[in-house]
């Protein structure tokens, strides 16, 4: 593996910084915090084992659906920017940046992928696909105009988000996310 791809394997931003990269953009200013550091309600939100989707649609009490910013599919690689909405609303709850290892999934499942009307949050669980999801790093970001277009936000903002990667049941990586959170209330 080339030094340049080890490095953003491990970046606490991959693979939002490939989607930056790839616009000419830099990424916003971003660190790494504790996430028992992490205010609520973001706290919550972010530090667990479970998906994003289910965690949001518990928290917001209903349906959640995606809506696509841009995609990129390198064989069975599959990238893609995502904003989360509230079903009814289409309130931005969540900017994602994700790579999905197709290969990793059944045809039905690859094919509702890619047919992108759903999280991959959905999918998982429409199709019974264990998982096992694994915070990297949880992060504290500035919104910057492509952050705040996406959510619907003026001004600066504090926003908090974390770097996770799901494994199958054999171990094996099947996604690496970034899940950025607007302000809440």
Same mark, same amino acid.
């Given at each position: 593996?080339?030094?340049? /791809?080890?490095? *953003?394997?491990? !970046? ?11 616009? =000419?953009? &830099? ?5 790494? +915090?504790? =996430? ?7 706290? !919550? /939100? ?9 965690? /949001?649609? &518990?928290?917001?009490?209903? =349906? +959640? ?23 009814? !609303? ?9 790579? +999905? ?35 990297? *790093? ?9 952050? &705040? ?18 494994? &199958? ?5 099947? *996604? ?10």
């Amino acid at each position: 593996m080339n030094t340049t /791809l080890a490095n *953003a394997l491990h !970046s606490i931003a991959y693979p939002l910084d490939e989607f930056y990269a790839r616009s =000419g953009l &830099n990424l916003p200013p971003l660190d790494q +915090i504790d =996430g028992e550091a992490l205010p609520e309600p973001y706290k !919550s /939100l972010l530090v667990h084992e479970r998906d994003m989707t289910s965690t /949001l649609e &518990n928290f917001h009490q209903t =349906g +959640i659906h995606l809506r696509l910013v841009s995609r990129d599919q390198r064989g069975d690689e599959y990238f893609r920017e995502v904003v989360l909405v509230l079903d009814g !609303s289409e309130k931005p709850v969540e900017f994602g940046a994700i790579k +999905i290892l197709l290969d990793k999934f059944p045809e039905k499942a690859r094919q509702e992928i890619l047919r992108e009307q759903f999280p991959l949050g959905h999918l998982l669980k429409d199709f019974a696909i264990e998982y096992q999801s694994c915070p990297k *790093a949880f992060l504290r970001i500035a919104s910057d105009k492509t952050i &705040n277009g996406l959510l619907g936000l003026a001004g600066a903002h504090l926003l908090y988000g974390r770097r996770n990667t799901l494994l &199958n049941a054999a171990g094996d990586p099947i *996604a690496e996310i970034v899940e950025i959170l607007p302000p809440t209330g």
